[in-house]
């Protein structure tokens, strides 16, 4: 449960990390801006809470399916991408939305799903189990084991 935890707060940290970077420079670059009508405090919080979703269902997914995406945390990146760019493009389609948020939005989900994915793998792949140490000329709790018959 610890290491679900810490994937989860790792994937938080990229997802939010990765958007606030990414859209920041398509605001400094093109101009994009925040919602008009609310303050940056509220807008900011909202993003967290959608990333906090999005890491939990992130995290909980690969965890439930581990044994499907064991060694392929790419392809699972790959998915998320997909349906995440088509969201983009539902939402660039609809008022409210331009195509620069949903070139922005799809940015940053390329960079933030593989990084996403390749953590959560590492986190919540197999641990290494070390095998008790072996006592040599010992067997069997018999005794020393002398070699001869």
């Known amino acids: 449960m610890a290491r679900i935890a810490l994937a989860v707060a790792a994937v938080l940290a990229i997802t939010y990390a990765v958007a606030f970077l990414i859209y920041g420079g398509f605001a400094a ?14 807008f900011l919080l909202s993003v967290l809470v959608v990333k906090l979703g999005l ?3 992130f995290v ?3 965890s439930v399916a581990q044994d499907s ?7 699972y990146a790959f998915v998320w991408w997909v349906t995440f760019a088509i969201t983009e493009v539902g939402q660039a389609i ?7 948020e949903a070139t922005a939005g799809m940015t940053a989900e ?21 095998a008790a140490p072996v006592q040599h000329g010992v067997s069997s709790g018999q005794g020393p084991v002398s070699g001869r018959g």
Do not use: D, K
């Open 94 to 100: 609809g008022p409210n939305y331009s195509w620069v």
């Open 69 to 75: 995406w064991r060694g392929r945390w790419i392809l």
């Open 29 to 42: 670059i093109i101009g994009l801006e925040p919602p008009a009508g609310v303050s940056p405090a509220t």
């Open 110 to 130: 390329a960079v933030y799903c593989p990084l996403a994915a390749l953590v959560t793998a590492r986190l919540l792949g197999p641990r290494v189990v070390s």
């Open 60 to 62: 909980l997914l690969f």
């Open 55 to 57: 890491a939990v269902g």
